[in-house]
């Protein structure tokens, strides 16, 4: 019988409509993080310290919607699994949400604004983590074997980082013909159709291949799942400390206009490290099969900071494409790090599945998910204290386009924030790292275990196929050998 | 159960709080003055302890690369800009190079100015090298220099003596050199320390105060003054605070553009560590009023609108040297 854990089971089709899925959820995401500030205050005239309050107050909510929707997925057992269905259902809504958040309502009065704008954005959170989680949960179910895994993480998320610049293209294209109001909601309607088309296609086309448990878990296993499974936590703990190096991505616009006096950089800063970020996804899977997780983790991290220190010890007083060439360098270790969490989720869940034989993956990815929105909310609120400390002085609001002179200690501020700032801060990371013990025999002790268990269970499913069991559904932890069984 | 209505609980009075520090964080606007103003007289112990450090110096010396534009082909009669919303390019700066340089050891002092001037053309308009109006056409530099030693004033232009004397005797306006004219150096050499003593006074500015702030990294001390100042119809000046044409403060912070002619930006900020002076930094801006008539696509009539834009611009960053083995101060 051949080898569950190296035999293929994705096919290119996979691969691609599952990319085209992961496209669909980042452009949506691509198009909320850089634009709906914008909307919201330039375009529906509201308060930023309004809009502040909302997108912390949608922090808290998802704080406890994104454990409760894993515990969800956890619970669910359909003859589709226990993710797609909630893919299948939510890409529709999650697409007319997409085309709401952006609708220019103008004549509306400014407590209907507001009431609007909640409504909203609480419903973009919580519709975006019914379809976020099972999108980031899928590839540890797709298949059982780890390479394929770990190829349809990395190509997915390079496709997916395509479709996060993809508002940014639209935007370049509409702002031609088109003024704000009319841009932004073209950008909604145009990504709200497409997405949910993309990601149904995604759902369909993907099979879950590795089934649930039977145990049942409670609505509040999320919570408890975090400090159960430490290995996990420590994962957590340690990935939400690299939000330090989003630092990185959000002080290119303060670089670039107060540095630099020239907003327009901004595509020659972001594009040289987003391409950068895509070859590091690219090589994410050659240098699994050399490292572990946990190595590569480290390495990318220390990779990251030196060449940061770098960009700090030639400073901004050269020419703007020396600093944006080194950036490419520095951010080569990024696209890395963005896949690394995911593998070592995976580990994880390996982890517990070998010790429990529970198999987590909706509160896993739910955490990761809702790890990912506190990473943005901390980052922000970092970068606001520094800018505040750095004495950066803001724009007034009644003149056009004021770019107001910034001191060389807010440049020099400025300057940090984007290199050596998060370059000491980033390798507090790798702290946890130190009590991290799914790295190197172990894991490969555990994955051993793992495939013996799936070979075993598979030639169980065989027998009992072959004595036309009807009992197909109900073992600890199966294989789907026939991938059309689990077919809608 | 018990635990999941606490935390419940918890987190709508969390969410609570939050809405109401939200309600809550709108003071009055007396209210905010008058945290500027405390704030502000915090800031000027600090800054004047600056100026007595650099006053009680004997020998130092620094030099400035003085950034000025002024944007040429501004109509201050109409209140027009160039139509630079169309075409960007149509903005002409007017910028000049000036470097001031000053040494001064014991009771002798040493300005050295150069000023290297851009080409115009018959309309009195800067000239470009190329066609985005980027980069001026320089003409040949021009060199000042004023040495005061044992009361004698001296100056000198492109190395030949044009005056020397005492300082009061020396008119610059008798001079039709405009690097002469640049600054009163018969006055006051030290351009750095007199924009310094301006601000020492905080009740003279205090109204104009805006923002002051100060800070403490790696045992230096920067403080930090931003005034505003109304320019009225009769270019009269008016602390933004005492002007009955600005309203708000911060983010909510506006003028009518229509009743006004702009306002003046300043700020001064001065890092000190120990016994010394490291850099002061001087940036200034004027944003003039200007209406455009603007066509409404929905009705087809054209309406016109005011509003505000930077027309002069100044900043100049001054680094001291206080004299090393290395780098030590001379006076030619």
């Known amino acids: 019988m051949e080898n569950v854990a190296e035999k293929k089971y994705l096919k290119k089709k996979d691969y691609i409509t599952f990319s085209m899925a992961r496209f669909a959820a980042s452009a949506v995401s691509g198009l909320a993080q850089g634009y709906l500030l914008i909307f919201y205050t330039a375009v529906l005239g509201v308060k930023p310290v309004s809009v502040g309050i909302m997108f912390l107050i949608s922090k808290i909510f998802d704080g406890v919607d994104d454990p409760i929707m894993g515990s969800f997925i956890d619970k669910t057992r359909t003859r589709w699994g226990k993710l797609r269905p909630y893919l299948i259902f939510g890409a529709i809504p999650f697409g007319i949400i997409t085309i709401l958040l952006f609708l220019p309502i103008n004549s509306f009065g400014s407590e209907l604004k507001l009431v609007y704008m909640y409504v909203t954005y609480l419903l973009y959170g919580f519709v975006g983590s019914i379809v976020g989680v099972p999108l980031d949960g899928l590839p540890a179910v797709a298949s059982p074997n780890n390479d394929e895994r770990t190829k349809l993480i990395s190509i997915s998320r390079v496709v997916g980082s395509i479709g996060e610049q993809s508002a940014l293209v639209l935007y370049s294209l509409f702002a031609i013909f088109m003024n704000m109001k009319y841009s932004y909601m073209t950008m909604g309607i145009i990504i709200g159709l497409i997405a949910p088309v993309f990601m149904l296609m995604g759902a369909f086309s993907i099979k879950e291949r590795i089934k649930p448990t039977l145990d049942t878990t409670k609505l509040l296993d999320g919570f408890k799942y975090l400090f159960q499974n430490k290995q996990f936590g420590i994962m957590i703990i340690s990935n939400l400390l690299t939000f330090f190096r989003n630092l990185v991505s959000a002080s290119i616009i303060y670089v670039v206009s107060y540095i630099y006096g020239n907003g327009s950089l901004n595509i020659a800063f972001a594009l040289p490290g987003a391409v950068a970020a895509m070859l590091g996804m690219l090589f994410a899977p050659k240098l699994k099969k050399k490292m572990d997780a946990k190595q590569l983790f480290i390495f990318s991290t220390i990779f990251h900071s030196l060449a940061l220190l770098l960009v700090f010890i030639v400073g901004y007083k050269v020419p703007w494409i020396v600093t944006s060439a080194l950036m490419f360098l520095a951010m080569l270790p990024v696209g890395i790090l963005n896949v690394v969490p995911h593998l070592m989720a995976m580990d994880t869940l390996d982890y517990w599945e070998d010790k429990t034989g529970r198999r987590q993956e909706g509160v896993t990815f739910s955490i990761i998910s809702l790890r990912g929105k506190v990473s943005s909310a901390l980052k922000d609120f970092v970068l606001a204290s520094f800018l505040t400390y750095f004495m950066f002085s803001t724009p007034l609001t009644t003149i056009n386009d004021h770019s107001p002179w910034q001191l060389e200690f807010t440049q020099s501020g400025i300057f940090m924030l984007f290199t050596i700032i998060p370059a000491v801060l980033n390798l507090a990371s790798i702290i946890p790292m130190f009590f991290y013990k799914l790295s190197g025999n172990r894991m490969l002790d555990i994955q051993k275990r793992l495939q013996t268990k799936r070979e075993s269970d598979s030639e169980n499913l065989l027998e009992k196929l072959e004595e036309n069991s009807p009992e197909v559904f109900g073992s600890s932890q199966e294989i789907c050998v026939d991938s059309e069984s689990s077919d809608l | ?332």
């Open chain 2, 1 to 332: 159960m018990r635990r999941s209505i606490s935390f419940v609980l918890t987190l709508l009075l969390l969410i609570g709080s939050l809405l109401l520090s939200a309600c809550n964080a709108n003071l009055s606007e007396a209210e905010l003055i008058s945290n500027i103003h405390e704030e502000a007289n915090k800031t000027s112990i600090k800054y004047n302890e600056a100026l007595d450090l650099l006053t009680a110096s004997e020998e130092y010396e620094y030099t400035v690369d003085i950034y000025n534009e002024t944007l040429a082909n501004f109509d201050y009669t109409n209140k027009e800009m160039p139509n630079y919303k169309d075409n960007p390019e149509d903005k002409k700066w007017y910028k000049p190079k000036i470097t001031y340089y000053y040494a001064k050891i014991s009771g002798s002092e040493y300005v050295k100015i150069s000023f290297t001037d851009v080409q115009k053309d018959e309309s009195n308009m800067p000239m470009f090298e190329d066609e985005k109006n980027k980069n001026p056409i320089f003409i040949q530099e021009s060199i000042a220099e004023y040495s005061k030693t044992d009361g004698i004033f001296t100056v000198k232009v492109d190395g030949i003596i044009e005056f020397s004397g005492a300082s009061d005797d020396f008119d610059p306006s008798s001079y039709d050199k405009r690097v002469l004219q640049l600054f009163d150096v018969h006055i006051n050499p030290n351009l750095i320390l007199s924009i310094m003593k301006k601000y020492s006074d905080l009740s003279s500015f205090l109204d104009s105060v805006f923002s002051t702030q100060n800070r403490t990294l790696f045992a230096q001390k920067i403080s930090l003054y931003k005034t505003i100042d109304i320019i009225g119809n009769n270019n009269d000046y008016v602390p933004f605070s005492l002007s009955e044409n600005a309203e708000g403060l911060e983010e909510d912070f506006s003028v009518d553009w229509q009743l006004i002619n702009g306002i003046l930006i300043n700020n001064i900020c001065v890092t000190a560590k120990r016994d010394k002076v490291l850099q002061v930094e001087y940036n200034s801006e004027i944003i003039h009023s200007y209406q455009r008539s603007i066509n409404q696509i929905w009705n087809n009539e054209n309406v016109v609108s005011w509003f505000g834009d930077r027309v002069e611009a100044s900043k100049m960053v001054v680094e001291f040297n206080y004299g090393t083995n290395k780098n030590p101060v001379n006076i030619p």
